[in-house]
């Protein structure tokens, strides 16, 4: 949306599944319901004061997955379990790009973890944790390329980027994505996104680097943090700098804060979330370490 949920940061397509000390409170249980096989289609549950309602795609690892082992699956258990709630996960199997409008919009469900603080189309909680684009390269390459104006960059044989991401308008800029297209297509299958949200998949992006398919892949570390850490030859991960400026001066942002969201007006929920991620603040530190995510300093 990446997800994370937005068009991209996710943006989304976006394993191992942690065992992680959240609070010495009664578990609440959790309850899936839905159907993430089906048309797009979710149950509408009554809201309940001791539910949180959770919009999420089941078509979006590593951040929801149909058995809850995404890792903003967790973190939304984390806080659930901090307001004293049930976690209730309503699942849709269209991209995390459509939560909004598909399900937190027809109050089928009332919060979606994973989004870019400050999203306009709802209301955003405080940030819960802040990370950033990557280099990906194979570490016996020794590349050690950090930023953008790397002279090797445009030298490189076939980079791999999300579609839609800052990736892609770095590419643009240097005057390396048209010869990378054919290859970059190649990615999803050459599947057209005139009519549909197509994405690389975050496993895929790292794939290619093992494999020696591409040099460099650029991805938001969060997104394939669990596919390097999984991945058979050694990576090398670097986070590139918030600095960058595009050929035409306009920046491009590479750090994002990560909030939850809810229906614009519905402060009262707003508030229980905010305290409540500041409760579960050590479980959720301990979820982002398992999954091997590199966070960053609030304002870098």
């Not at 919060?111 to 570490?139: M, N």
């Not at 050694?234 to 809810?262: C, E, Q, R, Y």
Request: aromatic share 6%.
């Amino acid at each position: 949306m990446h997800q994370h949920v937005k068009p991209p940061r996710v943006v989304a397509a976006l394993f191992s599944a942690g065992v992680v000390a959240l609070s010495t409170a009664p578990a609440a249980a959790q309850t899936k319901i839905g159907s993430p096989a089906g048309d797009a289609q979710a149950a509408h549950v009554a809201p309940d004061p001791g539910v949180l309602r959770i919009c999420a795609s089941s078509v979006n690892s590593p951040y929801s997955t149909p058995d809850e082992r995404g890792f903003e699956d967790k973190i939304a258990k984390a806080v659930a379990k901090a307001m004293n709630r049930k976690a209730v996960f309503v699942y849709t199997n269209r991209p995390a790009i459509y939560l909004v409008r598909d399900l937190l919009d027809e109050k089928a469900c009332d919060v979606i973890a994973g989004l870019d603080a400050g999203d306009d189309r709802v209301s955003t909680t405080r940030p819960y944790y802040r990370s950033g684009y990557a280099f990906i390269s194979r570490s016996d390459k020794s590349l050690d390329i950090k930023t953008w104006s790397d002279p090797r960059i445009p030298k490189l044989h076939n980079i791999a980027v999300e579609l839609g991401s800052p990736g892609e308008t770095m590419l643009k800029s240097i005057g390396k994505f048209e010869a990378e297209l054919n290859y970059l297509y190649s990615l999803v299958g050459y599947k057209s996104r005139r009519n549909q949200y197509v994405q690389v998949p975050p496993g895929k992006l790292v794939e290619e680097v093992a494999d020696g398919n591409a040099d460099l892949a650029v991805a938001f570390q969060p997104e394939v943090a669990r596919y390097v850490k999984a991945a058979s030859t050694p990576l090398t991960v670097t986070i590139i700098p918030n600095d960058v400026v595009s050929s035409t001066g306009k920046p491009v942002p590479h750090h994002f804060d990560t909030a939850m969201g809810v229906r614009k007006g519905d402060d009262a929920l707003l508030e229980e979330l905010n305290a409540a991620i500041q409760k579960a603040e050590p479980d959720i530190k301990a979820i982002l370490d398992e999954e091997n995510v590199i966070m960053l300093k609030a304002g870098s």
